[in-house]
């Protein structure tokens, strides 16, 4: 079992940046793909970002392409999600989470293991 803890939350204006990290433990970090989803209140948990165990094959929901980057940090046993541009429908908890293998996937059910999630909140 992985233990994930994010971190890099908070209250930012629309336009403006934030950096998320995620940081593993408990098992082999890079010989699994790595996710991020958010859930805003009242909707149901949605796929944003999905890195691959190499970095190699990178996905990004429609909504955050162009504007999110997701990356790796082997060595360091951490998952990052880069946010510019900032929008309101942004705001949400966001969740890392580590796949059951190295491939990314887009459905939350396959994936293992989750943190505990981290809040942004953009406003207008």
């Known amino acids: 079992q992985v233990q994930l803890v994010e971190s890099g939350g908070g209250l930012v204006q629309a336009g403006g940046s934030l950096r998320l990290s995620c940081a593993a433990s408990?098992?082999?970090?890079?010989?699994?793909?790595m996710g991020w989803f958010r859930q805003a209140p009242g909707k149901e948990r949605e796929f944003v970002a999905a890195?691959?165990?190499?970095?190699?094959?990178?996905y990004y929901a429609d909504s955050v392409k162009g504007r999110f980057t997701i990356s790796r940090d082997n060595a360091k046993n951490t998952v990052y999600l880069q946010m510019n541009s900032l929008k309101p429908d942004d705001t949400a908890v966001y969740y890392c989470?580590?796949?059951?293998?190295?491939?990314?996937?887009?459905?939350?059910?396959?994936?293992?293991?989750w943190g505990q999630g981290t809040q942004v909140t953009v406003s207008s």
């Open positions: 890195i691959s165990w190499s970095g190699g094959s990178i």
């Open positions: 989470a580590s796949h059951r293998s190295g491939t990314p996937a887009l459905r939350p059910y396959e994936y293992a293991s």
């Open positions: 408990g098992r082999t970090f890079s010989n699994y793909a």
